[in-house]
């Protein structure tokens, strides 16, 4: 991919179509394997575990509408600012 750059996709169909691999092979672009969803190429899947983590006080599988966003943003916002910063060095070593 050059300048040092990682190229890598999930399993998404349009991603292993046919037509998108002819593609990426016409531009000699190389694909990374490794597993579909990994934290470490992707910091932000560290923070979607902790907001999909179960919560007793929270059954978002029974809340609609309102009252999901209501939970997600009450949950969003207990991120701490220490937790974003602390996924920057996991992808510097990939």
């Given at each position: 991919m050059g300048h040092g750059g990682v190229f890598q996709q999930d399993d998404d169909p349009e991603h292993t179509a046919k037509a998108t691999q002819e593609g990426l092979k016409k531009k000699h672009i190389e694909e990374r394997e490794g597993p579909s969803q990994s934290p470490d190429l992707n910091p932000i899947e560290h923070l979607w575990r902790e907001l999909?983590?179960?919560d007793a006080r929270h059954?978002?599988?029974?809340?609609?509408?309102?009252?999901?966003?209501?939970?997600?943003?009450?949950?969003?916002?207990?991120?701490?600012?220490?937790?974003?910063t602390d996924l920057r060095p996991a992808t510097r070593s990939v």
């Open positions: 999909k983590l179960p059954q978002p599988q029974h809340l609609k509408g309102c009252g999901l966003e209501r939970v997600f943003r009450e949950e969003w916002t207990s991120i701490l600012p220490e937790m974003c």
